[in-house]
């Protein structure tokens, strides 16, 4: 039935023409953002897991972050054993030569002092970001040996946690200012009948040739090169630490890659498709505003009916 005042045809088209502006505002959208989930009522599932997710990562990166603060701060700590053992070395081979009989033991002592001074001075500046792991009071109320670097974020269900990787100061540090505390270097050692004497109070300049103190010597010696293996098995743990974190921080690095590739295959429009969905919803706008002219020039046929 044709009739004037319903034009079912132009109904028809204007429908169909309607859907393909709403298809071709959609794909327009997803091509400006990349994105064919960037909103909740794109996908609300989708978006809930992506933003779930892209939160997570940001807490990995700021996980990495912390890594790199921590392995900094191993990196000061071991520079300052390597430079310590280098000169407990210095130390003991001054300690060597006073054994020499005749020598200014005065003499030796003044140089020995320079070095205890020195392995001091390092100690106290071995310092990134307000710690110092090798110069510390342990009487302190706000001492804690055991210094822990955030190393993951780990997601279960609804329930988060974090990892750390710990390390013992109290095993590396050279300097206890506590009257209870024992560091490496001003720790008390005992070899022989030489007891209660550390590194970083040695004093031969009252020795003599006798042979007692010839005796003492050679114990101050073997007190140094104990204090010698202290400091390097304290490098040595701090070097596996290092490793640790380097290995963590590589993988934080890669499982940062995964989650973000991750979102991508939940989100992210592929662009090859929504190029030719576009191109093919261009073709279908134009046919669909000619279908609806057409349709809309069927009524006025109507009035060569009503001509004589």
């Known amino acids: 039935m044709t009739s004037l005042l319903t034009n079912a045809s132009a109904i028809t088209a204007l429908q169909n023409l309607s859907a393909t502006n709403r298809a071709m505002q959609t794909t ?8 064919r989930v960037a909103n909740a009522s794109d996908n609300a599932a989708y978006w809930s ?34 430079t310590t053992a280098d000169l407990v070395t210095q130390i003991k081979s001054k300690l060597v030569a006073a054994l020499q009989p005749g020598i200014d033991r005065t003499k030796v002592q003044g140089e020995i002092k320079q070095l205890q001074d020195q392995i001091k001075s390092v100690a106290e500046s071995s310092t990134f970001s307000g710690q110092n792991w090798l110069s510390v009071d342990s009487g302190a109320t706000d001492y804690n040996a055991t210094k822990s670097i955030v190393a993951s974020f780990t997601r279960s269900g609804t329930d988060v946690s974090t990892g750390t990787i710990d390390v013992d100061t109290s095993t590396v540090s050279l300097f206890d200012e506590d009257a209870t505390g024992e560091g490496i270097i001003d720790k008390a ?12 109070d040695m004093d031969i300049s009252t020795l003599t040739d006798s042979s007692a103190d010839q005796t003492t010597l050679k114990e101050y010696i073997s007190i140094t090169d104990a204090a010698l293996t202290d400091v390097t098995t304290a490098a040595s743990d701090l070097g596996a630490v290092k490793t640790r974190i380097g ?16 979102i991508g295959q939940l989100v ?7 190029s030719t969905r576009l191109q093919a919803l261009q073709v279908q706008q134009q046919l669909g505003v000619q279908s609806l002219s057409i349709a809309n020039q069927s009524s006025q046929q109507i009035l060569s009916l009503f001509r004589g």
């Not at 327009?28 to 994105?35: A, E, K, L, V, Y």
């Not at 050692?189 to 970083?200: F, I, K, N, Q």
């Not at 590589?250 to 989650?259: K, P």
């Not at 992210?268 to 929504?274: C, F, T, V, W, Y």
């Open 268 to 274: 992210d429009a592929d662009m090859n498709q929504e």
């Open 247 to 262: 290995m963590q921080s590589d993988f934080v690095g890669n499982l940062m890659d995964a989650v973000t590739k991750g």
């Open 189 to 200: 050692r005992d070899s022989g009948g030489t007891t209660g004497v550390a590194v970083s």
């Open 28 to 35: 327009q959208d997803r091509i400006s953002t990349g994105m």
């Open 49 to 82: 897991i992506a933003t779930t997710m892209r939160s997570d990562n940001n807490a990995l990166s700021t996980v990495k972050d912390a890594l790199g603060m921590g392995s900094a701060t191993v990196d000061v700590a071991s520079a300052a054993l390597k």
